[in-house]
């Protein structure tokens, strides 16, 4: 199965490209939660920090950071600072 893709500080030009400014916005507090990707989500954290495990891997991204999430994977969300960030399906 694909990884979670994490990239530290994208070039803003990357971002501008893509649209994030005009992706939604979704926000949560501190918690633990599963979550199943049935689709590909991207996204770029505006504000948070976050440790996603999925199986044996385990991932940890924060505010700045460019995240990609692949079809399919199954996962535990621990926000440990409130997130708020742009996303995109599909």
Do not use: R
């Amino acid at each position: 199965m694909a990884k979670i893709k994490v990239e530290k500080n994208p070039d803003k030009a990357k971002l501008e490209k893509l649209g994030v400014k005009k992706w939604p916005v979704w926000e949560k507090e501190v918690s633990v939660f599963p979550w199943f990707y049935e689709e590909p989500e991207t996204c770029y954290l505006l504000e948070g920090q976050v440790k996603v495990t999925a199986g044996d891997e385990e991932v940890e991204f924060g505010a700045g950071d460019f995240v990609e999430f692949p079809a399919g994977l199954a996962c535990t969300w621990k926000i440990t600072k409130a997130v708020k960030k742009h996303y995109k399906f599909g």
